[in-house]
């Protein structure tokens, strides 16, 4: 299959096939909801928090540039950008967490992947066609999106999904872009999220060498530490830095090509998308240093625990009662009803799924 095809017939019109997957992902209903997805900051405690929609508009933003300065497909890597969240749960990654948890605990050893969640959404979950569920997006699209970290071969992708999508090899180096594009996007977001919030400062990560050489960078063009202006560009050199860094990188490892390289480069070898490997060092270190500082903060973490109570349970009252789900989900529930109950509870936006839980027990989180 190459790479622009679709599984289905679909009439063409001036668009190229990859800003057509574009816009269908962002027209789908599941682009929408991601404004009340959380992102890391439950969204309803300050408007300014990133959420699953600006988080993968920044991502998809970045994903464009590094693509044109590669000489890469641009609408092929903000269509996968723009899809890569569709699948994550309520309350960021512990929502997944917790839908994983409970589906391995009762039900299926296959769990809940939000990665995967993202592609039955395009391919299974949005309604669009009479005579076809999903949106009929093309091949590298679908590839970058079921494909989007490594390792590929999961436990639940069964011999169809090798045959077709061939897991022993990487994906386009779009999908590699959008993947590096993601870690920029959220790393910078959160800091300037937590600084702002005063969750964490600058002190918490100033051992970074990487953070160390921003802020010189910023007091070097005159803006002070203590000033406001300061935290804007800190966050967009740092931005500049790894983008930069990533472009000059993986200009020395890209295949030489004028065509999108769907499934062509062997999973064995190394991602050719990439940091220098002092800077991916930095980079490692940086996000040990959020997840100890910004991400377990005792804040965040009552949030997400009461998010947790949440999904688990929605889920026990879902599985126990399928008839509490749309008559939709309930018709599909009669064949496995812990994996409808799942992509019910993953389309919620974190609001909707609060209500429901409260409307069920009375009780609000």
């Not at 622009?4 to 001036?14: L, W």
């Not at 699948?87 to 994983?100: A, C, I, Q, R, S």
Request: net charge neutral; charged share 30%.
């Amino acid at each position: 299959m190459q790479c622009a095809d679709r599984f289905y017939p679909s009439i063409k019109d001036f668009r190229d096939s990859f800003y057509r997957d574009r816009d269908r992902i962002i027209h789908s209903s599941s682009f929408r909801r991601l404004e009340y997805k959380t992102q890391v900051f439950i969204n309803y405690v300050g408007d300014y928090f990133r959420t699953r929609l600006t988080h993968s508009l920044e991502v998809a933003q970045i994903s464009r540039t590094i693509a044109r300065e590669l000489r890469l497909s641009e609408p092929l890597a903000e269509a996968i950008a723009l899809a890569h969240d569709l699948g994550h749960t309520p309350f960021g990654h512990v929502g997944g967490d917790e839908l994983d948890r409970l589906i391995k605990d009762r039900f299926s050893s296959n769990g809940f992947e939000h990665n995967f969640q993202s592609f039955r959404v395009v391919t299974k979950l949005e309604k669009r066609y009479k005579d076809f569920d999903g949106l009929n997006l093309t091949f590298a699209t679908l590839e970058g999106i079921l494909k989007h970290s490594y390792p590929y071969k999961k436990p639940f992708l069964n011999a169809w999904y090798d045959e077709v999508f061939k897991l022993d090899r990487h994906p386009s180096l779009e999908a590699m872009i959008v993947d590096k594009a993601d870690e920029i996007a959220y790393i910078s977001a959160d800091i300037d999220d937590g600084i702002k919030y005063g969750l964490i400062d600058f002190a918490t990560i100033e051992e970074n060498e990487l953070v160390q050489e921003v802020m010189h960078e910023a007091q070097t063009e005159g803006y002070k530490r203590e000033e406001k202006l300061f935290r804007y560009r800190f966050t967009s050199l740092l931005i500049a830095k790894m983008v930069i860094s990533l472009i000059n990188e993986s200009k020395k490892h890209i295949p030489k090509s004028n065509k999108v390289l769907c499934a062509t480069i062997p999973a064995s070898e190394s991602l050719p998308i990439c940091y220098p490997d002092t800077l991916s060092t930095q980079i490692k270190k940086l996000k040990k240093i959020l997840y100890e500082k910004l991400y377990r903060h005792p804040q965040i973490l009552r949030k997400m625990y009461a998010g947790k109570q949440c999904i688990e349970g929605l889920f026990k009252a879902l599985t126990e009662e399928p008839r509490l789900m749309p008559d939709e989900y309930y018709q599909r529930a009669q064949e496995e009803v812990y994996r409808v109950a799942a992509d019910f509870i993953a389309g919620m936006s974190d609001r909707y799924a609060m209500g429901l839980y409260h409307e069920i027990y009375g009780i609000k989180l």
